[in-house]
């Protein structure tokens, strides 16, 4: 299956279990204080067996074909946790997880389980905004020793910003649904108005100053 059907076919499923909303007429704020028309729980696919296996499924077809090399699967807090865990168990591979920031107590790990110098990393994140968050956690493990080959993603809003943080970064990364799929389905199954469209994509690519 090609990136772009997988993409068609998890943003389906993400539809179906009402994991993405849109509201375009009635936005939401982010944590950030961004006004947005649409908002992603990816929390939810854990309660969705049929769904997390196809999801898992997809990410190990991936790692396989892209990534044969990888050593660790690398889940970032706390969003990917179950979903790099469940990865990890498929490929039959070491786990670890990066936290946001380290632990104030104890021995104030920043990563969590065991990984060597030099050993091969793909990490698994299950959001893409910025993409600050991500790409700091893919800092985490090099600074560690960690080589990291790639990062996979549930979902990505895809901004502009997101886009040359990654390229800035030299870091690949391939995610399982996008924005612009979602659009493309909303807008198909009626979920999306035809007028609501040019709103939705201004959105999209000037996001923090969007709504003002």
Same mark, same amino acid.
């Not at 943003?11 to 279990?17: A, D």
């Not at 009635?26 to 769904?51: L, Q, V």
């Not at 979903?83 to 498929?90: I, P, S, T, Y």
């Not at 793909?122 to 991500?134: F, R």
């Given at each position: ?12 499923? #993400? ?29 939810? %696919? ?12 997809? =990410? ?32 039959? #591979? ?32 299950? #959001? %893409? ?13 090099? @600074? =560690? ?55 939705? @994509? ?11």
């Amino acid at each position: 299956m090609m990136i772009e059907q997988i993409q068609i076919e998890v943003t389906k499923k #993400l539809l179906h279990i009402n994991t993405i909303k849109v509201q375009p007429n009635n936005p939401f704020t982010w944590a950030s204080g961004w006004k947005a028309p649409i908002y992603c729980d990816n929390r939810k %696919i854990m309660s969705y067996p049929a769904e997390r296996t196809f999801i898992c499924e997809q =990410f190990c077809k991936i790692i396989r074909e892209k990534y044969p090399q990888a050593e660790v699967i690398a889940g970032v807090a706390t969003g990917a946790i179950a979903h790099g865990m469940l990865v990890a168990q498929e490929l039959g #591979l070491p786990f670890i997880y990066v936290r946001a920031k380290p632990k104030d107590h104890g021995l104030e790990n920043l990563i969590e389980g065991d990984m060597k110098a030099g050993q091969k990393v793909v990490i698994i994140e299950d #959001l %893409i905004s910025t993409g600050v968050s991500s790409l700091k956690a893919a800092d985490a493990i090099t @600074n =560690f020793g960690g080589d990291v080959l790639g990062m996979l993603a549930i979902f990505t809003y895809n901004f502009p910003h997101a886009r040359k943080n990654f390229a800035d970064a030299g870091l690949e990364l391939t995610a399982l649904s996008r924005y612009q799929v979602l659009i493309d389905l909303a807008l198909e199954s009626g979920d999306v108005k035809p007028e609501e469209v040019e709103k939705l @994509n201004k959105w999209r690519e000037q996001p923090e100053s969007w709504g003002k």
